[in-house]
Structure formats: structure tokens, C-alpha cells
């Protein structure tokens, strides 16, 4: 397919997106269906392309003066991509599988490149009605903070250490020249593909196939570490969903001890059994919905509530979510994440933990639920984690947004990873 096909392709399923508010994901696989004689190379670059025009959605329609599926590809392939309106105009020629033809009036407007005088939130490339909480929670760098949402997200790796460790990994796989993270240190990391071309997928590999390593973002390892559950300790995975922080804190345990994975979906919950053999766990208890949670009230010494959020500290690898998401989404997240504080807090021990964590990077579901739950709940306080931090990170130079020197929020502009909140709350003896 020539990159003009791979652009007209792009603008229809953007139109499945933006016009019909589909899912990216959905709409993506739905094309792969109906073109199954694409090449890989083809996909990647058409995800690319789609994908890129949403995580700049804001500020390539402000410069093109125009939110169409259309706009949004063609500021892609220029603004981003590094083509020139001449070039996309030569591309067209001859391809009958191309776009319509660009007219003056969008030739002009892709030789604008200034965003100088556009409002902060075209710049930081956010829904206008979040505009007041990123500055409210960034204050001067909320700018930066979303333009950093804005940027493809790199791959991250944790080596499992019940299996290996983090120089066997990389020898098995030095032909991917993957890089330790800067925080992490069970972390490797494949850096962001650029324009069209694909990160390599490494999941058919040995080294994955036997457990290796698992797929998890640095930000996710950082909040694992930092719940600092220790071998032998009774630890309940809240919210376990597939699975990545239950199979984090057993390699931190070294398969000692019991972590219990709960979730009330099943769906959400499936993918785990496999991932914990293929990780060889032998310390964790799946519950589900259903299964009864009773003998484990006030016995845990560590709760890890990872609540239900809007994930906003995602929006790098899913930027569709970030014009999908409401107000009154928002608050039924609210909600939620009230509901499952309360629930998790029976099971903490008196002197044990309460570890509450999202993907988000918004103050409303981070430390407004904190400090909410604190005043409706006796018997806990507000622990430092920003000493555990400095304990565990004090090699590098990476800092964590706090606005109480205890809670730590971590974001790709500040630690290079996705949005994530980490707060301990500690239960009275």
C-alpha cells in the first residue's frame, strides 16, 4: 500500500472515531478485518497515523482550523510526520487510492506551525473543560504536562526475578537493544517508534514465553515497589484485575508469604491464571466475583487498591479515552473509587497498610479521595511515600510531583513513565 492509500485509510476509520465515537481499538480492528490482506508494515503505519491524530487532536485541528477526520490526517502527515503539503500533493498523483486532492485553503493552512497564540489548552493538547483542573494540579507546567500525554509512549518491560534477572534478559534479547529504565531496576524499556515504522513485538520470544518478562509500564513497576510488601507478609490485590501488580509484588515477596487477586469482574480478571504460571507464582490466591472475602478482614498487612479511574495517565497509549471522557463519567469514577476505599479498608490489619493507586493524573481521584476517605474514616493516617521513594529511587534524578511531600503522582513529563498516584495510608494499632 503507498502512503497515500495508508492516508485515506487513516482518515476513514479517524471518521469511525471522531463521527461515530467508536473505541480507536475497535475501529482499528474492524479495518484489519476488512483489509486482512494488509501487510503488517501497512497496519502499524495506519495505527500510527490514526493514533498520532488523536493524541494531537486539539492542536492539529486548531492550526488547520478543523476537527474533520481529514484535517486530523493531513496535520499528522505534516505538522508531525515531516511531509510537506508539495510532497502529499505529488503522493496523490496516480493513486486511486488516495485522498481527495488538497485545496489552497488546506495547503495553507498546513504551512501554519506556530501555536504560539493558541488558548494553554490547544497546546497541552486537553479537552478544554479539563483545562482548570491541569493547571489547578500542574499549576505553570500544566502545558508541558499535557503535551508530554501527547507523545507516543515508549514499551515497558519488568523482568521477573523469580526466573531471571535483568542482564540474562537483556543478553537473550540484545538483537531489540533494550535500555535499563532510569528508575526501575528490574525495568527494560523499547524506546517509541517514529513516523510509520512499528515497535517490534517481543512477546513471541522465548524469553516471554517463559516467563521472563511481563509487559508493564515503568509508572506501574514504580507504584508496585512502592507498596514495599515484604516476603511473608498477607497482602489482598483489591483490585487485581489481569494481573500486572499481583505478579509485581510476588517477584518483590520472592514467592513468600500470600497475596490474594481479587476483582468483581471476571472478565477484567481471566487473563491472571495464565500470566501467574507462565511467571511461576506460587503465592497467590485468585478470588472473583462471588467468592467470599470474609476470612480475610483486618488480617492483611497490606491492601493495594489499584480504584477504578479515568485513566488520564494513560492517554499516551489510549488518547481516544481523553475526548471520550465526561464530567459525568468523572464523578461516576468518583464514586467508585469512594465505594472501594471503604470496602478494601475492612481487610487492613491494625498496624498494617492501605496502598490506593490510579492511572490518573487528575487531583479529583487522587488526593481529594485520599483526604476524603480520612475524614470519614477513623483510625488511619497519611504516611510518607515520599520517603519510600527516596529510599528506592534515590540513584536518580527523576522527581514525582507531591503537593503534600507524602502522596506522589509520577507523569512522562516528570519520571518519564505514564500518570500514576501512589498514597499509604496507615491503620492505628
Known sequence: MKPAGRLQAAIEILSEIVERHRPASQALADWGKAHRFAGSGDRAAIGNLVYDALRRRASIAWRMDGDTP?????????????????????????????PEPLSNAEIARLDKSDLSDAPPWVQADVPEWLEEPFAENFDQDFVAEGQALALRPPVDFRVNTLKADRDKVEKALK??????TPLARTGLRLAPSEGPSR???????AAYQKGWIEVQDEGSQVCSALVFARPGEQVLDYCAGAGGKTLALAACMENKGQIFAYDSDRTRLAPIYERLKRAGTRNVQVRGPGDDLDDLEQKMDRVVV?????GSGVWRRRPDAKWRLTLEALEKRFAEQRQVLGEASRFVRRGGYLCYITCSVLAQENEAQVYGFLEESEGFELLSAGEVWEDLYAHSDLKPWSSDECTVTLTPASTGTDGFFFAVLGRES
Open 306 to 310: 489499584d480504584a477504578p479511574c479515568s
Open 199 to 205: 515497535v517490534p513485538n517481543i512477546q513471541p520470544e
Open 175 to 180: 538483537r531489540y537493544r533494550l535500555e535499563p
Open 70 to 98: 481529514r484535517s486530523l490526517a493531513l496535520g499528522v502527515a505534516v505538522y508531525l510526520w515531516g511531509e510537506t503539503a508539495q510532497e502529499l500533493t505529488q503522493s496523490f498523483v496516480d493513486d486511486r487510492h488516495a
